[in-house]
């Protein structure tokens, strides 16, 4: 088993892939998807998108972990890094991957 965690956000996202191997847990890969403040928001989330569909291409996950949205007083991050959240879930809906 596969599985690809994903923290998301507008200007970074995190992620980790951990797989199964003789029964114990091993990293396979893990980053950063960085996006510029100077693009538009929406070039920004496109860039997100792009990577992590490029991402499940590469090590084919049978799982997604992907962080709740949490924010304390900042309700405007809060919108980013929802959006963030929005665009890495309709990259794992259009591959089929819970």
């Known amino acids: ?5 994903i923290d998301p956000g507008l200007a970074n996202t995190g992620y980790g892939v951990v797989g199964r191997r003789d029964g ?3 990293a396979l890969d893990g980053g950063v998807i960085e996006t510029s403040a100077a693009l538009a928001p929406e070039r920004r989330l496109a860039e ?3 990577a992590i ?3 499940i291409g590469e090590h084919e996950p049978d799982a997604m972990a992907l962080e709740e949205l949490y924010f304390g007083a900042n309700a405007r991050s809060a919108f980013a890094v929802g959006q963030a959240r ?3 879930m309709l990259a794992a809906g ?3 991957l819970p």
Request: aromatic share 0%; hydrophobic share 55%; glycine share 16%.
């Open 86 to 88: 929005g665009v890495v």
């Open 24 to 26: 114990r847990a091993v």
């Open 53 to 55: 569909d490029a991402l």
């Open 94 to 96: 259009r591959r089929g």
């Open 1 to 5: 088993m596969i599985v690809l965690g």
């Open 48 to 50: 997100i998108h792009e």
